[in-house]
């Protein structure tokens, strides 16, 4: 599956902040069938109306989406 990450769906153009290709790999398993995906993606500023979307996914799986965590990680610079 792919996943993304999209600001601006409601006012356009809207921006993608990011486009990631899923697999296993990419998937930590936290059991009974459930799984971790950890995105990363970088702002200048805080946004509102943010999407997250799910594109492609297989169908060969049955896909649900329990919750999304953010949270702001900023530079040690």
Do not use: H, Q
């Given at each position: 599956?792919?996943?993304?990450?999209?600001?601006?769906?409601?006012?356009?153009?809207?921006?993608?902040?990011?486009?990631?290709?899923v697999?296993?790999?990419?998937?930590?398993?936290?059991?009974?069938?459930?799984?971790?995906?950890?995105?990363?993606?970088?702002?200048?500023?805080?946004l509102?109306?943010?999407?997250?979307?799910?594109?492609n996914?297989?169908?060969?799986?049955?896909?649900?989406?329990?919750?999304?965590?953010?949270?702001?990680?900023?530079?040690?610079?």
């Open positions: 599956m792919t996943l993304d990450v999209v600001w601006g769906m409601r006012e356009g153009p809207s921006v993608v902040l990011l486009k990631a290709d697999d296993k790999a990419k998937m930590k398993d936290l059991g009974l069938g459930w799984y971790e995906v950890l995105l990363t993606f970088e702002t200048e500023a805080e509102k109306d943010v999407e997250f979307r799910g594109i996914p297989s169908p060969n799986y049955d896909i649900c989406l329990a919750y999304i965590s953010l949270s702001n990680v900023r530079s040690r610079e």
